[in-house]
């Protein structure tokens, strides 16, 4: 992992001190009554004060103590869960100062008609406009690279220190505002206006000003307001049957066992749970365009996963040598090495490093002694002549190879030719080593599937989600790697429509698929998809087109993004559960309670054995509030999520959240009213 | 619009033709051919005259018969009011009630010990009209009833268990007596026993 | 309880299981227009009334065409019953001369007969002439139809997708009434016209008891009545005493009989539920989440008054069970119906929504009469006609949506989204059915009018007037029958309730049956939440006994717990 440069723990004592005031600050009823649920709390509140007031004023002290603990408690509860709501705001305004942090006024060099640069403020800067940015300038805006390459930090917005590439045409064009040019230069032009860029709306976004509730957040909203509807309907009820049995009975202890009834503990956690599932997302440094987003990456059925970059490094490396006959596999590693000293690129430091294991160690030579030929075109093969011993060594493809050594009269060996068409076949790239005019043998370069995505893809395979692997490989080196990688269907020779047509083709099936990208080519694709995760790396236009960005600009990442989705809906599933489980111990707790003036024969009811009907209450109460700040982490954190069956998830959360919730209770209220008992404060 | 109100009004009135008259008169004429002992309420006749149904228990409350359970149908039994009593459990009232139902029954019959007295015998039926008694209740009257009578002992204890209603199909029911037919056979005994207490006591017979 | 008692419940159930498998095929058969055994005999009589009628039988509605159509037809019935009850004076078959049914009772008496209902706050043999008596079978035909169509709308709202209509609702009520309902009642009123339930057109047969004591007896068309009465899960009587009163069930084996009958179809539409979803695991998952309720309540029942009053004990009566006493609580029993057979009938005629009742239900003890209470409360233990499948698949949508986010998915039933429009209508019905018994329920206790009909004193005249409530707005009919429901004030706002109580939760399930059938299916993988088996009944189950229990339990703590209790204590009320 990345230092995340403005990834922010929730505990810290700023964000716990806003937090704090900012629960009291959202006790004014306009704010609450956006959470129906902790409204109604509020409410039952302010009517137990007034009470309290009432018979201060009346001097009626009777039930005094009873009177004050409960609507202490109750005030409390409200607090608790403005409490959850802020500290999940404040570690997303927390980020977002950071990130305000990086869009310090700049200074553009606008290019004008006529070739000459002006200076002006970046705000002034308008969409089409063009400016130059040389090194240690700062990018005024977003736009696409229209000239020149350069090296650029990102580290503002990823949190990654290593410098990016961004160049014209292609798909590393697009720049970021905010971003600096380390070195060279290069002409942009600018994409958005003002305010309206990529770290703007990035703010917004982990500020959570612009959250919207996702679908599935108003479906539970629903649910939990009618509840509140249904117990509120029971409890006034009460009110007739007592007066049946010629009773009378406190409105503090209806407002008491109103609040205990109504879902508190998930209406008090709700939108914690949301903002930080976003909030989660970010620590994978992925940015989601919406909530709605976060909910379908749970929802996916299908992934399509490039081959490159995703399943594969995207470099061929080198796997094993094989030697021509006379000749032992030592000495071929020997050469091979050599031939490669000076190769840079990835297949050449891939041969160097498989050689290491054949006890070669790296060399130091004579700079004067060697020259060293390097790869072109025109030969397709590069090497190293060792001048003292004679020694000229090559290595490229087999034919140019072949056609080396009968230059320099020597023979080919037909059963090298036989396996290098193996390795073809197999899907991987065979090099061949020559040294003069003998062809020592051969090098099988292979695509070389990453470590632990077989376990990854099994997983996804676990929980029901289909891997599709895209790639413009032929068929037999797909199949290589789809085997490889044990995806579930692959396609090869694709062109950039074939994703598209996936696509189209599995959500008629009644699929949601999600999948990456970062070319202009993928744009239509990332926006058809459910789920679309855009490259940071990626064009304006891709970006545009997902509903998700990925910082590090890691494909692989797709996986995590489905996991904290499906994360997401786990948490609120089961905290809403167990919020309504909890309700049975509460009953058992109060009915007997309440109704011991008026039916004494409900005594049995009390299998808690509560020591008083009035600690049995305040105790109901307080576990009530008590519960709140206690899941507090846990709706931050997120329920626990391992890749499983989904009936063995839910069977774990099932007995976790639902039994669990219906015993925890029994178990927490009877110790709250042993502890009450035993200060004698009530 | 004026149309599918047409096609509504006319399923409704077809519906109402087919549901309640045609079927009705199918059913009340298959009645009359195949069963019309039964459609017309499965009434008895004892010299020409109807003397009840089978099914339908009657009130018999004097000491010299079997006894059936009381009944909150109107006064007791009243063919045109079925209805139990209603009363709940724990109701005072009720209890009241039973205390004298109950104490009032060892009193009539002495060889029954207290909490024995069989419970259905005390208790009324549903509809207050059920004919049938437990067989405890039917033999726990027998020393009463052979006191009384002079019937033999023997004799009632006989009738009673000939007159037994088993489980229908060896499983359905508790076994029990009908009243109604457990009288009926006693009256044939006490009419060749004892014509005189036969006409006071089976005075509907009689005539 | 009695080894012979538990083995007659056993039997009966089984039985009914047993013939629901194939009921059930045969009444997919029907809703799929597929063809049928009773083609040849029935197919003549339905052309020639979709001819009469108009209808073109594919001529496929939309949900809220289906639904209006339903509903008006409903109300025209309504009319024409309400009509015929009011001024059967004028009309025939009333050799009693009954005078007219006054307005409110009337009022009452039609709703609670169109709705399926059939509370009765009349006795029938007392006040219906026999002409009203028929117009009510009707109603018992029409209502049982109504719920059956509606339930078959929601189900082709599962089966169908991306789609549009629900089906034809004139070719649905006209099979279900030809096809099911016509051909059963006849069976079963012949068979029952040979036990003994009366079929005549006179109204009362005096006689002389052998006593001398004068008796008047009352008869009537009632075998063709006792049959669709249950079948059609009606449960609307016709004596006061219902099938207490012999002549509707004159022995144990029609006391059986008439389980069966109201037990059968309800079943058989769970398991036709899976054949027209072609899920028929998922179907019996759902059967096994009724049956643990069923048997669950029949046991509870069963002991208790097996058991019976130790008041009763106290006082001298024997309430032991032995080879010649029947013992338990006898109070409002047949005593050859016996304790088993009652307690199971008590059982299935609340679980099944009919309201037929074969005992007392106030003289009931205090636990059973809260388990009459929360089988009512439940409304889903195979329910009335098609309504019982209704509510349970609505309770089935909000557990699967609690339960379902739990497995990292937004919820789906059976392959459809559930999204904040279901969620909404769902809900609604849930809170709808709690509302509509709690709030008059309040009511009533409030009100001298409410007041003044209670019979028994203390929590158990609580429970009367909860029963009242609960009965009406389940659609059941049966009652707490000490309270006096003849009063202007129970019967308006108990055929408000229960009018309310039927007609609210169904438009809600209709219309999630329209949200639904618009939806892609998302094909099933390992992801997705399993819709059969152990821990989906464990979540639905769950569901159902929390909702249930929560919305419930104060006012039942307040009436049959506290009078539980109380009589364990000795306490009597006065």
Same mark, same amino acid.
């Given at each position: 992992m990345s230092n995340k440069a403005y990834y922010v723990s929730a505990f810290n004592k700023k964000i716990l001190k806003t937090a704090i005031i900012e629960s009291f600050r959202k006790l004014n009823p306009k704010a609450m009554i956006k959470n129906p649920v902790m409204f109604v709390v509020e409410i039952g509140s302010v009517i137990t004060t007034a009470i309290l007031f009432k018979n201060l004023f009346l001097h009626d002290f009777k039930y005094m103590l009873f009177i004050v603990q409960i609507t202490l408690w109750l005030w409390f509860t409200v607090i608790f869960a403005n409490f959850a709501e802020s500290i999940s705001e404040g570690r997303g305004k927390a980020q977002a100062e950071t990130l305000r942090k990086s869009k310090t006024e700049v200074i553009a060099r606008l290019l004008k008609t006529d070739g000459k640069e002006e200076k002006i403020k970046a705000s002034m800067l308008r969409k089409g406009d063009i400016v130059v940015c040389e090194t240690n300038d700062i990018i005024p805006g977003d736009g696409d690279v229209i000239e020149g390459i350069a090296s650029v930090d990102e580290s503002a917005i990823t949190g990654e220190s290593a410098p990016v590439i961004r160049e014209s045409g292609g798909d590393r064009s697009a720049v970021t505002g905010g971003t600096k040019v380390l070195s060279d230069k290069i002409t942009v032009k600018i994409t958005s206006n003002p305010g309206e860029g990529f770290i703007d709306k990035m703010i917004s976004l982990v500020e959570g000003a612009s959250r919207q509730k996702t679908p599935n957040e108003i479906a539970l909203n629903i649910l939990l307001v009618m509840f509140t509807a249904l117990f509120l309907v029971v409890v006034v009820t009460i009110e007739p049957m007592v007066a049946y049995f010629h009773g009378h009975i406190s409105p503090v202890i209806y407002v008491a066992l109103l609040v205990c009834l109504i879902p508190t503990t998930i209406g008090a956690l709700l939108s914690a749970i949301g903002i930080s599932g976003m909030d989660r997302l970010v620590k994978h440094n992925v940015i989601a365009m919406s909530g709605k987003a976060v909910e379908a990456a749970g929802d996916v059925n299908t992934l399509l996963l490039d081959k490159t970059g995703t399943i594969t490094f995207g470099n061929r490396m080198a796997v094993s040598f094989i030697p021509a006959e006379e000749v032992n596999v030592n000495e071929l590693a020997d050469y091979a090495q050599l031939s490669s000293i000076s190769d840079e690129t990835p297949e050449g430091r891939s041969i160097v490093a498989l050689a290491k294991k054949y006890g070669l160690r790296g060399r130091h030579l004579d700079e004067n002694n060697i020259k060293f030929v390097p790869f072109s075109a025109m030969t397709r093969m590069s090497g190293v002549d060792i001048l003292d011993k004679k020694e000229n060594i090559r290595k490229g493809a087999v034919e140019a190879i072949s056609n080396y050594v009968v230059q320099n009269n020597g023979a080919v060996d037909k059963k090298l030719i036989e396996a290098a068409a193996n390795i073809s076949k197999q899907g991987g790239t065979p090099l061949a080593v020559a040294v003069n005019s003998r062809m020592l043998g051969i090098i099988h370069l292979k695509d070389v599937v990453k470590g632990g995505i077989k376990e990854r893809i099994n997983s996804l395979r676990k929980i029901g989600i289909k891997t599709i692997m895209i790639t413009g490989d032929n068929p037999l080196t797909a199949k290589a790697i789809a085997d490889e990688a044990g995806v579930d269907e692959f396609v090869s020779e694709a062109t950039p429509e074939t994703k598209m047509t996936i696509i189209k083709k599995e959500q008629s099936l009644g699929k949601l698929v999600a999948m990456t990208g970062d070319g202009t080519n993928d744009a239509p694709a990332l926006a058809q998809a459910d789920v679309g995760v855009a490259m940071n790396t990626g064009t304006m236009a891709a970006k545009e087109a997902g509903n998700m960005i990925d910082l590090d600009s890691n494909p692989t990442k797709l996986i995590e993004i489905v996991e904290t989705g499906k994360q997401l809906l786990i948490t609120r599933g089961s905290l809403t559960t167990f919020s309504i489980a909890n309700d049975l111990a509460k009953y058992f707790a109060i009915i007997p309670a309440m109704f011991a003036p008026i039916m004494p024969w409900l005594a049995p009811l009390n299998i808690m054995g509560l020591s008083s009907p009035q600690s049995a209450i305040l105790s109901a109460v307080i576990f009530n509030a008590v519960i709140i700040i206690i899941l507090i982490p846990l709706a931050l954190r997120g329920v626990k999520y391992r890749p499983a069956k989904a009936s063995n998830i839910l069977t774990r959360n099932l007995l976790i959240y639902g039994l669990g919730g219906v015993i925890a209770p029994f178990i927490g209220i009877k110790l709250i009213d042993m502890l009450i008992t035993y200060l004698h404060i009530i | 619009m004026a149309k599918e109100l047409i096609r509504m009004i006319k399923i409704t009135l077809l519906l109402y033709v087919i549901c309640s008259i045609a079927y009705t008169f199918f059913i009340w004429g298959i009645g009359k051919v195949f069963f019309p002992f039964q459609a017309g309420g499965s009434i008895i006749y004892k010299n020409s005259k109807p003397i009840g149904s089978m099914l339908i228990g009657e009130k018999f409350t004097s000491p010299y018969i079997f006894n059936g359970r009381p009944s909150y149908a109107g006064n007791g039994y009243n063919g045109t009011e079925s209805s139990g009593s209603n009363y709940a459990p724990t109701n005072g009232k009720y209890i009241a009630i039973e205390k004298k139902l109950i104490d009032k029954f060892l009193i009539e019959n002495p060889t029954v010990n207290k909490g024995n007295v069989p419970v259905d015998i005390v208790t009324g039926s549903g509809s207050g009209l059920g004919p049938y008694i437990s067989i405890a209740a039917a033999l726990d009257q027998v020393p009463r009833i052979s006191k009384l009578t002079g019937i033999k002992e023997k004799t009632l204890r006989k009738l009673v268990v000939e007159d037994i209603s088993g489980r229908q199909f060896g499983i359905f029911g508790t076994p029990g007596l009908n009243t109604d037919k457990l009288n009926l056979m006693l009256a044939e005994i006490l009419k060749v026993k004892n014509k005189k207490l036969f006409k006071k006591v089976f005075s509907g017979l009689a005539g | 309880m009695t080894f012979t008692g538990i083995l007659q419940i056993i039997a009966v159930l089984l039985i009914m299981v047993l013939a629901a498998v194939p009921l059930s095929r045969y009444l997919a058969h029907i809703f799929k227009y597929e063809p049928t055994f009773l083609d040849k005999l029935i197919n003549p009589f339905e052309n020639l009334t979709f001819r009469f009628l108009n209808? /073109? /039988?594919?001529?496929e509605m939309t949900w809220t065409t289906y639904l209006k159509i339903g509903l008006v037809i409903n109300f025209l019935m309504l009319a024409v019953v309400f009509l015929i009850l009011r001024f059967q004076n004028y009309l025939p078959f009333n050799q009693m001369h009954y005078p007219g049914i006054p307005w409110a009772l009337d009022f009452n008496t039609a709703i609670s007969f169109i709705t399926n209902t059939n509370w009765q706050n009349y006795g029938g043999e007392e006040v219906m002439s026999n002409f009203s008596q028929m117009a009510l079978v009707f109603l018992q035909f029409t209502s049982a139809a109504t719920g059956l169509v509606f339930a078959i709308a929601f189900i082709r709202g599962i089966v169908r997708h991306e789609a549009k209509y629900v089906g034809n609702i004139y070719t649905d009520y006209i099979k279900a009434i030809y096809r099911i309902f016509i051909p059963l009642a006849v069976i079963f009123a012949i068979i029952m016209l040979s036990q003994g339930a009366p079929q005549t057109f006179t109204m009362q047969k005096k006689v002389v008891n052998i006593t001398g004591t004068k008796q008047t007896l009352s008869v009537g068309p009632v075998a063709s009545m006792v049959s669709i009465e249950n079948l059609g899960t009606n449960g609307g009587g016709f004596y006061d005493a219902n099938a207490a009163q012999p002549y509707e069930n004159p022995n144990p084996f029609t006391n059986a009989l008439t389980i069966f009958m109201m037990g059968t179809i309800p079943i058989a539409l769970f398991f036709m539920y899976g054949i027209m979803i072609d899920d028929k695991k998922h179907a019996w998952t759902l059967f096994w989440v009724a049956s643990t309720l069923l048997v669950v309540c029949i046991a509870v029942i069963y002991s208790q008054e097996a058991h019976g009053n130790p008041f009763l004990a106290h006082l001298g009566a024997n309430i032991k069970a032995s080879k010649y006493n029947p013992g338990g609580n006898m109070e409002g029993k047949q005593e050859h119906i016996g304790i088993a057979q009652t307690s199971l009938f008590a059982s299935a005629t609340t679980a099944f929504t009919t309201g037929n009742v074969d005992s007392a239900h106030d003289s009931f003890m205090p636990l059973s009469g809260m388990i009459l209470l929360a089988e009512m409360m439940l409304n889903l233990i195979f329910g009335g006609k098609g309504v019982g499948l209704l509510n349970m698949l609505t309770m089935v949508i909000i557990g699967v949506f609690i339960a379902g986010l739990m497995v990292g998915r937004t919820p789906e039933f059976l392959g459809k989204k559930i999204g904040a429009k279901e969620v909404t209508l769902a809900t609604l019905a849930m809170f709808a059915h709690a509302f509509i018994i709690l709030v008059p329920f309040g009511i009533a206790l409030s009100t001298a009018g409410g007041l003044a009909g209670i019979f028994n004193p203390g929590p158990h005249g609580l429970s009367e007037v909860l029963y009242a409530f609960t009965s009406s707005v389940a659609n $059941? +009919?049966?009652?707490?029958? +000490?309270?006096?429901? $003849?009063?202007v004030f129970y019967n308006v706002i108990l055929g408000f309730t229960i009018f309310f109580g039927r007609y609210v939760p169904i438009i809600c399930q209709v219309a999630i049956a329209g949200a639904l059938i618009k939806k892609k299916r998302i094909p099933e993988s390992a992801g997705t939440f399993p819709e059969h088996g152990f821990l989906f009944y464990s979540v639905v189950l769950g569901t159902i006994i929390l909702i249930g229990a929560l919305t419930f339990f104060p006012a039942l703590a307040l009436g049959p717990i506290a009078e539980h209790f109380a009589m364990v204590k000795g306490h009597l009320f006065y």
């Open positions: - | - | 209808v /073109k /039988k594919e001529e $059941n +009919g049966s009652a707490f029958a +000490g309270l006096d429901g $003849n009063t």
